[in-house]
C-alpha cells in the first residue's frame, strides 16, 4: 500500500495506528460479561417462564420483549452515541456504565420473579439495558482500529462472548453437582441454583464491562466544530426518526447482508426458545403411564370445576393476586398442558407430561407409592435436561471461542464471503441433527456444530458492514443492522408457536430443524454479498496507509 499515491480530504477520517494485541484484549474484555447477561437470559429465560406456569404455546409471545426492545434501544443508541462526546469518558463508554448498571439490577431481580407478568417485564428491562452497552461495543471496533485489524477486532469479541456464554451456562450445573445447591424447588418458585447463577451474572457483568471502561480511550471527533454544529442542529425527536430511517438509505453491501441476518436469525431464536422444551421432551424421559395421566386429568377437572365462579385476572392486573386468583390462573395453565396433550398425542397410551402438571398432582396428593415416583421423575428429568442443555450451551459457546481465533486465518486463506457461508452451512446441520439424538451426550456434539456458526455470526456479519460504512455513522449504521436481527425474532415470537402446532403437531424440536434449514440457506445467500473490504491486506501497514486505504473505500461509497 505503500506509495499508492491515494489523497484523503476527508474531515470524518484519521490515520488510526494499529493496536497492541493487550489494546484490542482491553476494549473487548467487557463483551465477556455482556455475554454473561445474554447467555443467563437465553439459557434459563424459558425455564423460568415454564416454572411460572407458562405454557409453551405461550413462549415465542412471552418472548418477544427481547427483540422488541432491540429493535427500539439499539438504533437510537447507536445514533446517539455518534454525537455523544466527554472528554474523560469518551463517546461510546457513557453508553456501556449506563446498560451495565441497569442490565446488573435486572438480572438481580430476574429470579426473584414471582409472577408471569413480572418476569416478562424484567425480561423487557433486562434486555433493553444489555442492549445500551452491546451496541456500542460494536461501533467502538470500527472507531479504534484500521481496517487490516478490524476482522481481528470482531473475533477477539466472539472470544470473549464464546467464553461468556461458556461459564454463563455452566452456572446452574456447576451451583448444583459442585456446591450441592439445589435445582428442584416447589412448584411456581425458581430453583436456587437458577437464581445464584443470576447473581453471580450480574456481577461479572458490570465489573467487566467497567474494566473496558478504564483502560480504554477512545479517539475525540476529527472535527470538534463540525461535530458541535450536527448535535446543535439535531433534536431528540429527529435523532429517533432518523435511527428508523436508516433502513431506506442502507449501503448495497448491508442490504445483501440483511437478508442474510433474517434467516439466521430465525434460527437462533427457535433455539433460543425451543431447546429447553424440545430437548427434555423429546429426549428426556418425560413419560407417565394412561393410567397416571388420566387420574392428573381428573384432579384438575375437580379442582376447576370447584373454583369456575373464582373470578379470572387479567394477565395486566397488577393488583393484589388473590388466593382465589391463583388458583384460577394455575388451573388455567394446567388445562391448556392437557388440552394440548389431547391434540397431540391422542393416539399414544403412555403420555409425555409437563413439569407443572407433574407438579400439581404432587402438591394435589392423593397418589401411590409408585406413582409419586413416576412425577417426582418427570420433575428431575426436567430440570437435569435443562442443566445438561446449559452445558451443551456452554460446549457451543466454547467452540465459538476457539474457532474465533480461526476465522481471521480462514477468511485470510479464502475470504470472508466463503468463511461465513461455510460455518452457517455447519451450523444449520448441527440444529438440524438435534432431531435425530436419542442420548443426551449427542447432544454436545450437535451443539459444537453450531458453535462454529455462532462464532461467525459475531464477527464476519460485523466485518463484512464495517468496511462500507463511514466513521462519523458508525453507531447508527450499526443500530440500524440490528433491525435485521430482531426482525426476524419478532416473526419467530409471532409465528413459531402457529407453526408448531400445525405443521409439526405440538412437537417443538420441529421448530429447531425449520431453524436449521433457514440458517443453512442464509449461509447460501452470504455468496452473493458485496464484500469491498475484503482485501488482504499486510499486517505492516503505517497509519497512513490505512488511512488511503480507508479513504478509497469512502471514495468507492460516496453515498453512505
Not at 500500500?1 to 491515494?6: L, N, P
Not at 386468583?325 to 403412555?350: F, P, S
Not at 481465533?405 to 479464502?414: D, I, K, N, S
Request: glycine residues 8%.
Amino acid at each position: 500500500m505503500a506509495g499508492s499515491g491515494v489523497t484523503i480530504d476527508n474531515p470524518n477520517m484519521r490515520a488510526k495506528p494499529r493496536l497492541s494485541f493487550w489494546q484490542i484484549w482491553n476494549m473487548s474484555f467487557g463483551f465477556l460479561g455482556i455475554q454473561f447477561g445474554f447467555e443467563l437470559q437465553n439459557s434459563n429465560v424459558s425455564r423460568i417462564f415454564e416454572t411460572l406456569g407458562a405454557n409453551k404455546d405461550d413462549l415465542p409471545l412471552l418472548w418477544i420483549a427481547a427483540p422488541l426492545t432491540g429493535l427500539l434501544v439499539q438504533p437510537i443508541i447507536g445514533y446517539f452515541s455518534d454525537r455523544t462526546w466527554h472528554p474523560t469518558w469518551g463517546r461510546r463508554r457513557p453508553f456501556f456504565f449506563v446498560g451495565a448498571l441497569l442490565a446488573t439490577l435486572a438480572l438481580f431481580f430476574m429470579p426473584n420473579s414471582g409472577s408471569l407478568l413480572v418476569a416478562a417485564s424484567m425480561l423487557w428491562i433486562m434486555d433493553a439495558s444489555i442492549n445500551i452497552s452491546m451496541e456500542p461495543f460494536r461501533a467502538f471496533v470500527g472507531d479504534l482500529l484500521p481496517a487490516n485489524q478490524r476482522t481481528t477486532g470482531f473475533a477477539t469479541q466472539s472470544f470473549f462472548i464464546g467464553v461468556g456464554s461458556v461459564i454463563a451456562a455452566c452456572l446452574p450445573w456447576l451451583f448444583t453437582n459442585v456446591f450441592n445447591i439445589a435445582n428442584t424447588a416447589p412448584q411456581g418458585v425458581i430453583p436456587p441454583s437458577v437464581k445464584y447463577a443470576f447473581y453471580l451474572g450480574g456481577a461479572a457483568l458490570f465489573l467487566t464491562v467497567m474494566y473496558t471502561v478504564f483502560t480504554t480511550r477512545e479517539y475525540p471527533p476529527v472535527d470538534m466544530a463540525e461535530f458541535e454544529r450536527e448535535k446543535k442542529e439535531g433534536s431528540m425527536f429527529g435523532g429517533i426518526t432518523a435511527s428508523f430511517m436508516g433502513i431506506f438509505n442502507m449501503p448495497k453491501s448491508m442490504s445483501q447482508l440483511a437478508v442474510v441476518q433474517l434467516f439466521t436469525w430465525f434460527a437462533l431464536f427457535a433455539m433460543w426458545i425451543y431447546s429447553t422444551n424440545a430437548v427434555t421432551s423429546n429426549i428426556y424421559n418425560m413419560r407417565v403411564s394412561g393410567n397416571l395421566y388420566q387420574k392428573i386429568v381428573q384432579q384438575v377437572n375437580q379442582a376447576s370445576a370447584a373454583v369456575k365462579d373464582a373470578p379470572s385476572k387479567s394477565f395486566f392486573d397488577l393488583s393484589q393476586t388473590t388466593e382465589a386468583e391463583k388458583k384460577v390462573k394455575e388451573l388455567g395453565a394446567l388445562r391448556a398442558d392437557i388440552a394440548d396433550i389431547a391434540a397431540h398425542q391422542a393416539g399414544t397410551t403412555d403420555k409425555v407430561i409437563t413439569t407443572n402438571l407433574a407438579g400439581y398432582a404432587l402438591k394435589n396428593g392423593q397418589l401411590a407409592p409408585a406413582e409419586s415416583a413416576d412425577l417426582k421423575r418427570v420433575q428431575q428429568q426436567y430440570n437435569d435436561g435443562a442443566d445438561w442443555l446449559g452445558i451443551c450451551s456452554s460446549v457451543r459457546n466454547g467452540v465459538a471461542a476457539i474457532f474465533a481465533f480461526l476465522l481471521p486465518v480462514l477468511a485470510r486463506r479464502t475470504s470472508r464471503r466463503f468463511t461465513h457461508m461455510l460455518c452457517l452451512v455447519v451450523g444449520g446441520l448441527g440444529l438440524i441433527s438435534l432431531s435425530l439424538v436419542h442420548d443426551p451426550r449427542l447432544l454436545l456434539g450437535s451443539m459444537a456444530l453450531v458453535g462454529i456458526a455462532w462464532a461467525s455470526i459475531l464477527s464476519m456479519p460485523y466485518a463484512m458492514l464495517a468496511g462500507a460504512l463511514p466513521a462519523n455513522k458508525m453507531g447508527y449504521y450499526m443500530g440500524v443492522f440490528n433491525f435485521f436481527i430482531v426482525t426476524p425474532q419478532i416473526i419467530a415470537s409471532v409465528g413459531l408457536g402457529f407453526l408448531t402446532n400445525h405443521l409439526f403437531n405440538g412437537n417443538t424440536m420441529g421448530a429447531l430443524v425449520l431453524g436449521g434449514a433457514g440458517m443453512i440457506l442464509g449461509g447460501l445467500l452470504t455468496l452473493r454479498v458485496q464484500d469491498t473490504d475484503d482485501i488482504r491486506l499486510p499486517n505492516n501497514l503505517t497509519p497512513a496507509e490505512n488511512l488511503a486505504y480507508e479513504g478509497s473505500l469512502a471514495d468507492a461509497n460516496p453515498n453512505v
